[in-house]
């Protein structure tokens, strides 16, 4: 559209316009990754309570041999990726819209990322040495 209503179709201010405000487009992303992490949750999470059953009430021993299955290790590790991620992501999206201080706001956010980090690794590290039996 041209002529002078052509300004008038858009609802952005001009200085919008020339800071390139408006919609990031990331949000759509964010929710897909969600979803994807919440339905690798729900494949993986049957095989995890039945490891957690099998646990209940062992040794050590029985323990580590439990969890030194090549399966069990690698069940158990993709559900911790996928929780924390799908934690990650949500926690996030709770930052973001909730937070309005931009320095709060990215401060926050790195914090998410290092905290989800650090959980992602203890849990990850827990199950190697769980399943090496050291």
């Known amino acids: 559209m041209s002529g002078p209503n052509s300004s008038m179709s858009s609802i952005r201010t001009p200085l919008a316009r020339v800071r ?30 039945v490891v957690v059953m099998m646990l209940l009430g062992r040794n050590h021993a029985a323990a580590t041999q439990i969890l030194g299955s090549p399966f069990v290790v690698i069940v158990m590790t993709l559900f911790t990726i996928a929780s924390v991620w799908h934690m990650k992501i949500g926690m996030q999206v709770i930052i973001e819209d909730y937070v309005h201080d931009e320095k709060l706001k990215l401060a926050l956010i790195i914090g998410n990322n290092f905290f989800s980090v650090a959980v992602a690794l203890a849990a990850i590290y827990a199950i190697l040495k769980l399943s090496f039996g050291v």
């Open 20 to 49: 390139g405000l408006g919609s990031a487009r990331s949000g759509t992303s964010d929710f897909w990754r969600q979803r994807v992490t919440a339905v690798a949750m729900i494949v993986l999470i049957i095989p995890v309570i």
